[in-house]
Every structure is written in structure tokens, then in C-alpha cells.
């Protein structure tokens, strides 16, 4: 399969060996066979980058800062504050800086019930990734905090695969002014699934 988006899969390897090569969250090893679903989820996020052009980006779970790399190569003028709990998450973060040639993604370390929660923006946020923690609190808690920042896009990782997830973004969606208006390809059987909110209104 040819590396059409451009991937830089000897950094990837890199931010791999970072992470002590921890297993947890997805890695970004297509091409390969039986990896399609790896390489639909970036194409997805690509289009969703690349149709809103957020200058500012919030990221819940760094894990391996993948997704901060995706972000600086699709859009290099964006700038990106990401969160996690591990250590080695800001270790991976330095690597894209480095790799980029600029300190435009920050890094904070922590619980996002806490860090979060006491975040308060100094500019306006144009997207969000939330990929963190994946049992129910934290991911409500995660969206709660995206519409307390009236970050307008928010694009949710694991929604069709992880049933806490998905029950977060559906009673979110119920009770804060933002609708589902985009997936990943259902068609394919993706089991992971992105799905990306847009705030539509204030909350009643």
C-alpha cells in the first residue's frame, strides 16, 4: 500500500520507542494488510482537519503524541496543548517539537478530572481530540469541559467501539447543544470508530 499521507513511519518508530513501546492506545503502523481501519481513521481525521483549519487544537490522551504529529503534518501552522497522565507521553511530545522544528505543541501532565477541569484557554479553541480515558466518567467529564470551553468541533475517538464511550457521547449530545454530524466509514465495519461533534447552540 503506498504512503500516500505522507506519514513519516521511521519517526513513528521513534515516538514508539519513547513510550518503551507501550502497547496501549493505536499505533501507526499501515501499511500493512488487515490495517485498513488504522489508515481510514487518519484519512477521516485529515479531512476533518483539513476542512475546519483549527489554529488552535486541545487533545485529551497524548499516549504516543501520534495524533499531535498528524495535526502539525497536515496543518503546520496549528498549535496544540494535549493531555495524559504518563510521563513518557511528554517525552513523545518533545520528539514532535523537535521533529517540527518548534515548541508548538504543550504538553500537560495528569488527570483530566483535575487538569482539565482548572484549564482555562487563552485563546480560542477551534477543535478537540478526545482519546483519553475511556471509562464513562472521564470521557462525560472530557466533553463537559470541551463545551465549557465552547471548543466548537470535537472529534471523539473509539465511539462505536468502546460502549462507555459511546454511552458518554450519546447522553452528552442530550443534554449539552452539540449533535453527531460526521464518521469514520461505517460501510467498512471500522470496530473503533470517530465520530466528530459540532456545537450548535447554547445550552438551555
Known sequence: MKNILNIDFEFIEKLKAASGYNREGS?????????????????????????????????????????????????????????????????????????????????????THETFGKFSRGTEIGFAHVDGGHDYATAYSDLQNCDRLNIPYVLVDDYRGIGTVTNAVNTFCEMYPYSQIDQDDESKDLTRGLVLLKRTGEQI
Not at 501507526?28 to 482537519?49: D, N, S
Not at 494535549?82 to 521533529?99: A, P, Q
Request: charged content about 25%; proline content about 4%; some cysteine.
Open 27 to 111: 499505533s501507526l503502523h499501515f501499511p500493512a494488510e488487515a490495517l485498513q481501519e488504522e489508515e481510514e481513521q487518519v484519512r477521516f481525521k485529515k479531512q476533518c482537519l483539513e476542512k475546519y483549519k483549527p489554529n488552535y487544537i486541545l487533545e485529551t490522551g497524548t499516549n504516543k503524541a501520534e495524533f499531535c504529529y498528524l495535526a502539525k503534518l497536515f496543518l503546520p501552522h496549528c498549535r496544540i496543548i494535549t493531555f495524559d497522565m504518563e510521563s513518557w507521553s511528554g517525552k513523545c511530545v518533545e520528539l514532535v517539537n523537535e521533529h517540527f522544528g518548534n515548541e508548538d505543541v504543550t504538553f500537560i501532565q495528569g488527570n
